[in-house]
């Protein structure tokens, strides 16, 4: 199962990549396995401001519906249209093409909680 290093991970299976104060969040290549074959991906609008945990969408798959969580407090500024069309891109690249959104970030401290891939790995 694919892990890259260099993001940070959450508990309930989201991946963050980190750009300055800017995150994009996905979620991970173990939690769309367990999912299956995702059918949709429900988006917060553009401009919601999040708080770290909140739920900000659902993904749903053959299988089940699941919640998804933001990883830290801010800002969505962008969310990945290409999923509404081709929500299969989370099954075929979870961590390339399947992002889901991006946060511009209001506590940079937040990371400090999220996992390593190492910590993720125990957890999975």
Do not use: C
Request: hydrophobic residues 45%; glycine residues 8%; without cysteine.
């Amino acid at each position: 199962m694919s892990m890259p290093q260099e993001l940070k991970y959450t508990k309930s299976h989201e991946w963050v990549s980190v750009d300055g104060d800017i995150v994009t969040v996905g979620i991970t290549d173990h939690a769309q396995e367990e999912l299956g074959d995702v059918a949709m991906v429900l988006f917060p609008e553009v401009g919601r401001v999040l708080q770290v945990e909140e739920k900000f969408g659902e993904i749903e798959s053959i299988k089940a519906v699941s919640d998804l969580y933001a990883p830290v407090s801010g800002t969505v500024i962008a969310v990945n249209d290409a999923l509404m069309n081709a929500p299969e891109l989370v099954n075929d690249d979870a961590y390339g093409e399947g992002w889901m959104v991006r946060i511009s970030m209001t506590n940079l401290g937040e990371l400090d909680s999220l996992l390593t891939a190492d910590q993720y790995a125990e957890i999975e």
